[in-house]
Nanobody, 124 residues
Framework: QVQLVESGGGSVQAGGSLRLSCAAS????????MGWFRQAPGKEREGVAI????????YYADSVKGRFTISQDNAKNTVYLQMNSLKPEDSAMYYC?????????????????WGQGTQVTVSS
């Protein structure tokens, strides 16, 4: 069983930066796609950034392109989300997701493994 543990959330003013981390354990070598989703109160969960762990292909939601960067450290079985130029609308619970399939998808049900979430709050 794969376990995902997120860290790095917090509160920041608009224009600031945060870096989220997601450490995978269990059977991390079985993971081929990882990503970050977020969910604000009263809203649906939405995909933010996806990375295919073999090949380094990455994908971003239009709302974060140019501001967020997803990256990975295979030696540490960790995926990062560097968030710059944060806006109040970026405030949400951020979740790390992973799956064995080598597939890019914004659909949350395509990901079998989820972390517990880390809160990001951006004040204006």
């Amino acid at each position: 069983q794969v376990q995902l543990v997120e860290s790095g959330g917090g509160s920041v003013q608009a224009g600031g930066s945060l870096r989220l981390s997601c450490a995978a354990s269990g059977y991390p070598d079985s993971i081929n796609s990882m990503g970050w989703f977020r969910q604000a109160p009263g809203k649906e969960r939405e995909g933010v950034a996806i990375i295919l762990t073999r090949g380094d292909n990455s994908y971003y939601a239009d709302s974060v392109k140019g501001r967020f960067t997803i990256s990975q450290d295979n030696a540490k079985n960790t995926v990062y989300l560097q968030m710059n130029s944060l806006k109040p609308e970026d405030s949400a619970m951020y979740y790390c997701a992973a799956d064995r399939a080598t597939r890019f998808s914004w659909r949350s049900y395509h990901y079998a493994y989820w972390g517990q979430g880390t809160q990001v709050t951006v004040s204006s």
